[in-house]
């Protein structure tokens, strides 16, 4: 409801309340007490539905889907989408419109979880389940529709689909979560999906060469009676050697080992196996061959409250990054009073350890840039029976622990001679407390703990002797958590797979973060996953622990702690629902492929054109050598398209802007009909004939005699079409454009009065280096930033964006004084660029004659200010200040501009600088209407 400023998201049977867009984007601590009762989390990623369905990153942006409802606040099936959020560091994310709704029969009833998979040339693909009108489970497949726009904003739904239907053998419920797809070396696509095959829960195989047929492979990839239904199967390759992550492709009998993970949904929880994968058989083989075909008795990947899983090769930073659902565990009744719930976990990096059996996992390395104050402790800090000592100095409700203990001893570690007692150190945990006194152990870390100790999460190890053999307990007891009825507090468990009668010092990391403790021991060998809801964060702050409770004292051999920044984290962008206020379209750049069509060949073939009237239209009868029908929403190719440009100039006339003349989205019954857009050629005598002429760009204009029409035949050739007009002057300014029409799938191609015949987009989106030379002389470049005029007016990184401002006229090709405007570029990687849209506008009297160049600047608490040139009223230039006004938006797209400006007037002993109107050889985008619905891209540039 946009003119309330609420956006209304929905996490199961959940009301999702945001704040108003007319206030900043970031919540101020009283604001989020008042709507989130102080629980929201400040760094963990937090979608509107709970489920990871394709992490991914590409052309410089990391990309999260997740289930999500755009219209109601409840789980309602049929309304599923596929939500979509991206960020530029894994720490800030904007959210985006959803990627997929159920629009169609294959998914008539709800775009459920899958997984992406970029193809070969780097096209972003989604495989997912639908449930489809008979409500039925299949497996779909969309593909980005631009696949150079780093946001990847649109997605296609072919109308093939399902790609999978329902195999026979397979219940309707029970045949969902297709992977991430891998190659094997036999060039074939492969894809796990979850079923329950004549009551057995398997993991299948299926094999494409194209992506969209596919077979099933006689044998499963794992397959167990007694697990019940798996979910979200996950199959990836690790390094033998080493931390770095693999493509998930990677296979070969040396330094390559693969890991099967899958999630039950009986137990809720998620087990892994480190083995071999054989791509010929499609056969997986366990490591551990005495842990069993169930997968139960697997290695868990997280001892906690963590679920559903998910994993990415991360090629930017070349690792392997584990996402995972962590949802409430208090009452549905507290989830609608909160507003919001569920979560994901912290990335995680995920690699082998050196005993080639365990997963090692550890936060992603971004984290440390939201570490603020440092507190600590004095090494080799002796902590007694009993003791309790407080950490000072941090935020312990948001923080980042990092603790070493060393045990002198292991005398006193507590026999367990019952080996059964050892079979569920979930139980174990729950016996041997934090509160029981033992020998070696309890001691850890106390956490979101009032100042009495009436309520806090105790995280800590405990050491058993069982047959001569030591036995390190890892423990997260939430028993004391919370003084709250009513709430799910269970101590959580498991073994730490690691030699601490050698070592003897074990290390623990904590992430807190308000609802959300993430604990990882032995450097990784152990997480353990707890949402906690104490009470007295209400009115008090918490506070933060280190403790021993054995017998035996032990010494803290390093202690640090950090206070970690708030990230921004799917707060209200954009307007996707009508929710909020109206905001801008993003559209990308030219990247390496941002052109939309391939131009091999293409040929120029027929007659002269019978006339060019006032009215609007060309009449080219004979000029396409080849014509197709174009349907309403595509074009059908191959399809020579003519377009034309034109520009005509001379110094006693102002110049006339680049217009470009295209077949419409919706063209009459006659396709050979173009409309000409606006009145560009009433500049045009109507008997002024095209003609051919050679040369490289047309700049010289033409002879007097040489009127007669000729045929140019390949416009790769570098011949052009050019104006043949007898009153040419001398001072002829000629613009040249290469551009994209999305929609039409079409490359423009417009130097001075020309006619270019273009390929369709049925062929790649790559342009042939000939016959890009013809159309930019090969001067576009292919990864330098093009902005639309040539000023950096205040490059910026902020919230995980790199931001470039720069000259721009929104309202014509032309250097306008009055309409410079600032334009607005955002990055992930400094190499990828999507377009935003203008960040100033010359709409106030200290700005009236154009926002002119100027820099940015991030004040202290994180908000980016710019000063810049005004030409106000009076023609004089001041310096005029804008704020962000939501500066927790990575995205940054909204300003303000004060009334008090200008901030600095113009000096009485400088004069004003009146400035002439120049001619700038730039066409930007379509500003006048005068081309079909296209992408917007970065303009070319080329010298004055």
């Known amino acids: 409801m946009a003119r309330l400023g609420l956006a209304v998201c929905a996490a199961s049977f959940h009301l999702f309340l945001l704040l108003a867009s007319t206030s900043s984007l970031r919540r101020a601590p009283t604001e989020a007490d008042t709507a989130n009762h102080a629980r929201r989390t400040a760094y963990h990623f937090q979608p509107a ?34 939500g979509h959020s991206v960020s530029g560091d894994l720490l800030n994310w904007a959210a985006l419109d959803t990627a997929l709704d159920p629009t169609s029969p294959f998914d008539a009833n709800g775009c459920w979880s899958g997984s992406a998979t970029i193809l070969p040339g780097g096209l972003p693909a989604i495989l997912y389940t639908g449930i489809d009108a008979s409500k039925e489970q299949v497996q779909n497949v969309a593909f980005a529709k631009n696949p150079s726009d780093p946001l990847l904003r649109e997605w296609e739904k072919p109308a093939y689909n399902p790609v999978i239907a329902l195999p026979a053998d397979v219940p309707g419920d029970k045949f969902r979560d297709p992977s991430t797809a891998w190659l094997g070396r036999d060039g074939l696509w492969r894809i796990a999906v979850s079923a329950e095959v004549d009551g057995v829960a398997s993991t299948l195989v299926y094999r494409s060469k194209d992506f969209v047929r596919w077979e099933r492979n006689a044998a499963p990839l794992h397959a167990s009676r007694a697990a019940g239904m798996v979910e979200c199967p996950d199959l990836f390759p690790v390094a033998e050697r080493g931390e770095d992550g693999l493509d998930t492709s990677a296979n070969g009998a040396g330094g390559v080992r693969h890991v099967l993970k899958l999630s039950v949904m009986d137990t809720l929880q998620d087990y892994y196996m480190v083995g071999t994968y054989d791509d010929a058989a499609d056969a997986f083989s366990p490591a551990e061959t005495e842990r069993g075909d169930d997968c139960r008795s697997w290695r868990r990947l997280d001892y906690g409250h963590l679920y559903a899983s998910k994993s990415f090769f991360d090629v930017r930073k070349n690792r392997r990054v584990l996402w995972a659902w962590a949802n409430e565990s208090d009452s549905q009744a507290d989830d609608v009073a909160r507003g919001w719930s569920g979560v994901q976990t912290f990335p995680r990096k995920m690699w082998l350890a050196k005993d080639g059996k365990q997963l090692l996992q550890w936060p992603i390395e971004e ?75 309890p001691f850890g870390l106390l956490v979101m703990a009032s100042g009495d100790l009436h309520e806090h999460t105790a995280v800590f190890f405990r ?66 996953t707890a949402r906690v809801y104490p009470e007295h964060v209400a009115t008090s702050s918490s506070h933060l622990y280190v403790f021993n409770n054995g017998s035996d004292a032990v010494k803290v051999a390093k202690l640090e702690a950090w206070d970690l920044a708030t990230a921004t984290v799917n707060v209200v962008v954009g307007d996707h629902h009508g929710l909020v206020a109206p905001a801008l379209e993003l559209e990308p750049t030219r990247t390496t492929q941002s052109f939309g069509g391939q131009l091999e060949g293409a040929e120029l073939v027929g007659g002269r054109p019978d006339q060019v009237s006032h009215n609007g239209h060309v009449q080219l009868p004979r000029l396409f050598a080849r014509a197709s029908s174009i349907d309403d929403n595509q074009i059908v190719g191959p399809l020579h398209h003519l377009l034309l440009g034109c520009d005509h100039a001379d110094e006693l006339q102002p110049v006339i802007g680049p217009q470009l003349v295209v077949l419409p989205h919706r063209p009459r019954a006659d396709p050979l009909n173009l409309i000409v857009a606006g009145n560009v050629l009433d500049h045009v005598p109507p008997a002024d004939p095209l003609r051919a002429a050679g040369g490289d760009n047309g700049s010289n204009g033409c002879e007097e005699d040489e009127q007669e029409p000729g045929v140019s035949r390949h416009v790769d050739s570098r011949t052009i079409w050019d104006l043949g007009a007898a009153d040419q002057q001398a001072r002829v300014q000629w613009r040249q454009l290469a551009t994209a029409m999305a929609r039409l799938g079409l490359v423009v191609c417009a130097v001075s009065f020309q006619l270019c015949l273009l390929l369709s987009s049925t062929s790649s989106l790559r342009l042939n280096p000939t016959t890009e030379d013809t159309a930019n002389h090969g001067r576009r470049t292919a990864y330098h930033f093009q902005p639309a005029k040539n000023w950096q007016n205040g490059p910026l990184y902020h919230n995980g964006m790199y931001h470039l401002f720069y000259k721009y006229n929104p309202h014509s090709a032309l250097w306008d004084i009055g309409n ?33 160049s100027g820099s940015a600047t991030i004040l202290p608490g994180g908000l980016p200010a710019i000063l ?6 009076g023609k004089e230039q001041v310096q005029n200040v804008a704020f962000a006004k939501n500066p927790s938006d990575p995205l940054l797209r909204e300003w303000e ?18 400035l002439a109107t120049a001619t700038v050889n730039v066409v930007v985008g379509d500003h006048h209407g005068l081309a079909a619905p296209a992408l917007e891209l970065e303009p070319t540039r080329t010298t004055q």
């Open 367 to 441: 984290i440390e840039t939201l570490r603020r104050k440092r507190a600590g402790l004095w090494r080799g800090t002796r902590l007694g029976a009993g003791a309790v000592q407080e950490i000072v100095g941090v935020a312990s409700s948001q923080a980042d622990v990092e603790v070493v203990f060393k045990i002198p001893s292991l005398e006193k570690a507590e026999r367990v001679d019952d080996p059964n007692r050892l079979l569920d150190p979930q139980k174990l945990c729950g016996e041997k407390g934090a509160a029981v006194r033992g020998g070696v152990g």
């Open 463 to 528: 050491v058993f002797r069982h047959h001569d053999k030591y036995k390190l307990l890892m423990c997260t007891d939430l028993t004391k958590s919370s003084t709250r009825a009513g709430v799910y507090k269970p101590a959580y468990g498991g073994f730490v797979d690691m030699d601490i009668d050698d070592h003897k010092t074990i290390s623990l990391r904590t992430l807190i973060d308000h609802s959300v403790v993430e604990s990882f021991g032995g450097g990784g060998r152990a997480c353990i």
């Open 897 to 914: 501009k004060p009334a008090y400006n200008p901030v600095i007037a113009l000096p009485p002993d400088l004069e004003a600088w009146d």
């Open 820 to 852: 410079l405007s600032w334009g607005h570029s955002v990055s992930g990687d400094l190499l990828n660029w999507a377009a935003l849209d203008t960040a100033l506008d010359p709409t106030s009297p200290f700005d009236a004659n154009g926002c002119w």
């Open 49 to 82: 539905k709970n489920w990871q369905n394709g992490p991914m990153y590409h052309n410089g942006m990391y990309h999260l889907f997740y289930q999500y409802n755009p219209h109601s606040a409840l789980w309602d099936i049929g309304n599923l989408s596929w």
């Open 868 to 873: 810049y040139t005004g030409i106000d009223a």
